[in-house]
């Protein structure tokens, strides 16, 4: 079984940049693709980036697009989220989820692996 760890979050002003890491255990990384979700105060938890086992495919949530990029690096069982020109609105708890059906990845349902999740705070 694969766990999760994130960190990497913080207090950034806007326009600014922040590198979120999630460190994953176990043997079978590389069978799990691997998102990044988040969620802000009373809202529901949101869909951000995914990337597949391989790391040959990814897929954005239309509001991160062009700012935000996700990679992963299976000889070290990382995932990294790289955020850029960060908004306000990107403030929220990000959290790293691990799935093996890369084809379910926009939905919180197909993921079976969570991180604790890591605070990022975007000031104006």
């Known amino acids: 079984q694969v766990q999760l760890v994130e960190s990497g979050g913080g207090l950034v002003q806007a326009g600014g940049s922040l590198r979120l890491s999630c460190a994953a255990s176990?043997?079978?990384?590389?069978?799990?693709?691997l998102g990044w979700f988040r969620q802000a105060p009373g809202k529901e938890r949101e869909f951000v980036a995914a990337i597949s086992g391989s790391g040959g495919m990814t897929d954005y949530a239309s509001s991160v697009k062009g700012r935000f990029s996700i990679s992963r690096d299976n000889a070290k069982n990382t995932v990294d989220l790289q955020m850029n020109s960060l908004k306000v609105e990107d403030t929220a708890v990000y959290y790293c989820a691990g799935t093996r059906d890369y084809g379910g990845r926009l939905y919180l349902a197909h993921y079976d692996i969570w991180g604790q999740g890591t605070q990022v705070t975007v000031s104006s």
């Open positions: 176990g043997r079978t990384f590389s069978n799990y693709a």
